[in-house]
């Protein structure tokens, strides 16, 4: 399957949605963004993977004061695999209360469901150290 403009757009809009709904805690929306199997990778951050949408819930409440106050996508890059399997990889920037700021990618498998693409897998990795050639 060949992406269209509009699946390319789509996908866009669904990855820059999650900031928007993290960041104002509307988790009863999880499913727009999220496929219902959904498994999200926090390894890095020492909470392993979470799957389904009340495991990201309970882990973002946990986190409490420490979520970021802005989640900020930037530097999507879609493809397409061989095999019709559809990856995202952005860019995150996350600034805390404090003013903080730190810095993700986020590899993501998207799938197209009946009602449009969703995020069915993601994986965090936080960018902690410059490029040393």
């Known amino acids: 399957m060949a992406l269209s403009v509009e699946d390319r757009l789509a996908v866009h809009e669904l990855v820059s949605l999650h900031g928007h709904l993290m960041d104002s805690g509307e988790f009863d929306r999880m499913d727009e963004l999220f496929c219902a199997d959904i498994v999200y990778d926090v390894s890095a951050f020492g909470l392993g993977e979470l799957r389904g949408y009340e495991a990201i819930r309970e882990a973002s409440l946990a986190v409490g004061d420490a979520n970021p106050v802005g989640h900020h996508v930037t530097n999507i890059c879609v493809t397409e695999d061989l095999d019709g399997t559809v990856r995202v990889r952005s860019k995150g920037i996350g600034v805390s209360a404090t ?17 449009g693409w ?7 990795i936080p960018r902690r150290t410059p490029l040393h050639p």
């Open 99 to 115: 003013g903080s700021v730190g810095s993700v990618v986020y590899e993501d498998v998207v799938r197209r469901e009946t009602a």
């Open 118 to 124: 969703r995020i069915a897998y993601r994986r965090v």
